[in-house]
Every structure is written in C-alpha cells, then in structure tokens.
C-alpha cells in the first residue's frame, strides 16, 4: 500500500499535488482576502476532469473562509512574518526566501503523500480542468511549463491571451517528483522551523526555482532534465487583486470572457445577459484603451 493510502481512505490515488504557498497575514493588506482568493484557487482545481490530485496550500494561519474537500490539505506552518511591509511593498528577497521555504514544505507533504508530480501554483490563480488528466497520461516526463496561458483582472468580466506566459507567472511549472527528490534534505520534514528549512536547503534552488520562477526553465535544461511546453493554455493569472507580490495590473489586448473559459478554469463569475452587456458597454472599451496607450503610445508589448 502506497503511504497515502494510510492519511486518504477512499480517493484516487495521487499522480499530481498542486502546492500554494500563501502569503502571511501580517504582510497581507486584507487576510480575508486572501482567503477568499485562495478558496477560488482551491474550487479551480477541485474542477478537474481527474480525481487524481491533491492540493496543499501552505500558510500560516487556517483560513476560516475556505474550500473544504477530502482531496485538499491545508498544511498550517509557524514561520515568522517575512518582512514589516505589506502587499508589493514586500522586499523581493523577503519573499523568494518565504515563498521557496514554505513551497518546499509543500513538496515535503507532496512526497509523503506519493506524488508523482508537483505543480508550483499560486494562491490566487486558476487551472484547467484537463491539466491533472492530461498529466496522469504522461507519466515518465521530466516535467512541464506553461509557456501559453490568459491573464485575468480580478472581479472582471474580460480575458486576454498572454504568451511567454511562465515568464510572466508562478503557475506555471509542473515537475516530476524525481527532480525534487536530490533537493530534500532527509533530516527536515514538512514541520521543520523555517530557520532550519532555510539553512539546509541549496540556496539557489530555494531561492531562485521555488522562490521565483522565470529561471525554472534553463535550470533543469542545463541539468541534462529538460521540460516540455504544455501543449494547451492550462493557467490563468489573476491580476489586480490588491494581494498580489508583483502588484502588476492586467495589461493584454481583452476580449470578453466566453462561458466555455468561465467553466474550463472554474473562472468565479456569473455571466448573463445583463454582465456580459456591461463588459461590452465599460470593462472592454477601458480596458482596451489602456492596451492601446500602451502598445501605440508608450511603446510596450
């Protein structure tokens, strides 16, 4: 009997554990916030076409607002706030090393749990529903990267494509267990200190592949275990939420936002009649405006 078997009676068997490091509350603006995304997150991915799948999201308070499903587990850490500030105000540093720490912690449980994959997501984003299917299906490969996904302004009802998409955000990398095993320590567990975590872990990998992501791709090309494009747009960035590291604004071409997206990703919208005529009416004229300004006026792709 594989270990999860023993703490997940009933369920499929893992192939795929999405993990989401979630950001502190003393550096978030709104905690409740924070948590209502997170559950949006948590519903995207309980949408999947497999049964396959686990989430843990990693943070340091128990949300009250949240998703309850036998298939997520969210693990409650003690680590220290990673800086004074609060929202993008965070130092970048700051939150390479929380987000790196409290993922790899993630990765910890996703071992013990059997996974085969890991997929690094963050806690506000969403997934296609045929992501963790298609996954299953390709058991063996080094891994994946989302290199074409959307961008979506939080509360909108408009949409846009975004190419170079893991250049651009977290969730977007999928690896196989095997590359992760040579980077856990066999002294820490998933309830180590964060101290401890931190000063046992290859700093580059901590900081740099779990901590951020745009360098995941050369990383494990130049080791000899390249990953392979998703062949499908299986992600969408959330912007302007107001809890994001970044702070980044949605900024591509829109379109309005088809009921076949809305139910592929689990997209947290109602679309009418009545919404869909004032997306066309307001949302999609300023929002295209803005693009053009942008791309014709100050230059920017």
Known sequence: MRFDALFWPGI??????????????????????????????????????????????????????????????YHVVDFPPPDTNKGSGVPIEAVRRDKGT?????????????????MLADADDFIHRDLAAYCNDHKGENGWYVDKGLMYPDGGAIIADLDDFNNHCGTSIILSM???????????????????????????????????HRPVVDYFEKRGTPLKPFPFRA??????????????????????????????????????????????????????AKHLIRTRLLGRG
């Open 178 to 212: 095997r590359l992760l095993e040579p980077f856990l320590d066999p002294t820490l567990t998933p309830t180590s200190p964060e101290e401890e975590i931190f000063a046992k872990s290859d700093q580059e990998f901590l900081q740099f592949i779990l901590g951020s």
């Open 102 to 118: 409290k993922t790899l912690t993630g990765i910890m449980k996703a071992r013990d749990a059997g996974a085969d994959y890991v």
């Open 12 to 73: 499929a068997q893992p192939m795929i554990v999405f993990v989401s490091p979630v950001r502190h509350p003393a550096t978030s603006n709104s905690y409740a916030r924070v948590e209502t995304l997170l559950k949006h997150t948590a519903a995207s991915i309980a949408n999947s076409t497999s049964d396959d799948w686990r989430y843990i999201p990693v943070l340091c308070q128990a949300p009250q607002d949240r998703l309850t499903h036998p298939n997520i587990d």
């Open 235 to 288: 992600s969408v960035w959330l912007t302007d939420s107001g809890e994001s590291h970044s702070g980044i604004r949605f900024n591509r071409r829109p379109r309005i936002v088809s009921r076949e997206e809305i139910e592929t990703f689990g997209l947290p919208l109602e679309m009418g009649a009545g919404r869909r005529l004032k997306a066309a009416a307001t949302e999609l004229p300023a929002y295209l």
